[in-house]
């Protein structure tokens, strides 16, 4: 089954840019819908940050970062990327690279119950 490996997390200033990466192992990355969620600090809910879809290119943003964060694939390294910029401290948490599989065609969920495959998930903490 397919293996997700976070990196890129650390500490940033409020304003900067974060790259993180997901590298995708014993899996090919056209077969699975991946997204990217995080859980703050606080012990909240994880949430919601983005996704893409392996069909059509679709692509969703939770409404906290739509406009700042961008998802997108590197099918020759096999990775699934996540810019961030103009990152703020309310976006500090550990980030979650996730997957699942879905027939061709179907709509790209952003619910966290509908990924199969975890990362365990790296650290970005953004000062103020």
């Known amino acids: 089954q397919v293996q997700l490996a976070e990196s890129g997390g650390g500490l940033v200033q409020a304003g900067a840019s974060l790259r993180l990466s997901c590298a995708v192992s014993r899996g090919t990355l056209s077969t699975y819908n991946f997204g990217w969620f995080r859980q703050a600090p606080s012990g909240k809910e994880r949430e919601f940050v983005a996704?893409?879809?392996?069909?059509?290119?679709?692509?969703r943003y939770g409404n906290s970062v739509a406009g700042r964060f961008t998802i997108s694939r590197d099918n020759d390294k096999n990775t699934v990327e996540l810019q961030m910029t103009n990152v703020k401290p309310d976006d500090t948490g550990v980030y979650y690279c996730?997957?699942?599989?879905?027939?061709?065609?179907?709509?790209?969920?952003?619910?966290?119950?509908?990924?199969?495959?975890w990362g365990p998930g790296t650290q970005v903490t953004v000062s103020s």
């Open positions: 996730a997957a699942y599989w879905s027939a061709w065609g179907r709509p790209l969920t952003t619910q966290s119950q509908d990924y199969t495959f």
């Open positions: 996704a893409s879809n392996r069909s059509r290119g679709g692509v």
